[in-house]
């Protein structure tokens, strides 16, 4: 008599795991960005640093976001975190991340950079030579394991503390799915959020560059524009 092995059933993909406890660390957390982030992330209860080269600056910017956030160095914050978003501005991705290979290693680097440059025509976007400014980020960061996601977030919306909700999917690519699994989940504590996954890290490039369309959005119809991923 044979008998047929019952396969175990399929991950159910909203099953994420429960990141209340990481220390997730912003590098850029004095920018608008930034600090838009670890507001969000701060208010619904995760305990967050930002990081800035200039630590006095960061931990003004720290008290003014309140919700227990603290303010360091760049270093220190990517020492003391589990999780670091980098929110920098593009120009200085490259050597921001080198200077801090080594606080890095072994953390979950978040990559929100979105290469743009900016004309009389508008925005468009740039494509580093690595692919994308996350697979720049991955090639810098070897003993780092590096995601990308929180691209095509509002800065304002972020930072307007009258808001309680944000309306927006977030996509999320990684290499590993428990990586992607972590910040789909971070991303899902901020009210009004879902993290989606889209894709590994080689499909970054047209995800940072959708923020050039957006930015042409948001100046037509003078709005502050998110993205929605419909039938999941």
């Known amino acids: 008599m044979t008998t047929t092995e019952s ?41 967050v640093i930002i990081g800035s080269r200039a630590a006095d600056r960061a931990q003004g910017v ?9 303010g360091a160095d760049n270093a220190e914050t990517a020492r003391r975190s589990d999780v670091v978003i980098v929110a920098v501005p593009w120009d200085g991705h490259a050597k921001t991340l080198e200077s801090l290979r080594e606080e890095l290693r072994g953390k979950l680097v ?33 003993d780092s394991r590096v995601a990308a996601a929180f691209h095509h977030l509002s800065a304002v919306l972020l930072k307007d503390t009258s808001i309680e909700e944000i309306d927006t999917d977030v996509m999320v690519l990684g290499e590993e799915r428990a990586d992607v699994e972590i910040v789909q989940a971070l991303a899902g504590r901020i009210a009004g ?4 996954f889209a894709g590994r890290l080689r499909n970054a490039h047209q995800v940072e560059s959708l923020v050039a369309n957006l930015i042409s959005v948001n100046r037509r119809y003078k709005a502050h524009a998110g993205l929605r991923v419909t039938d999941i």
């Open 7 to 47: 396969k175990p059933a399929p991950k159910d993909p909203w099953d994420l795991p429960d990141v209340s406890g990481l220390v997730v660390g912003v590098l850029g957390g004095t920018g608008d960005q930034g600090r838009g982030l670890a507001y969000r992330l701060a208010k619904a209860g995760q305990k």
């Open 62 to 70: 720290a008290e003014e976001i309140g919700h227990g956030v603290e």
């Open 110 to 142: 978040v990559d929100c950079v979105n290469p743009l440059g900016f004309d009389k025509k508008g925005a468009y976007a740039l494509k580093p030579e690595e692919g994308s400014a996350a697979e720049q980020a991955a090639a810098l960061l070897p």
């Open 193 to 196: 959020m879902r993290g989606v």
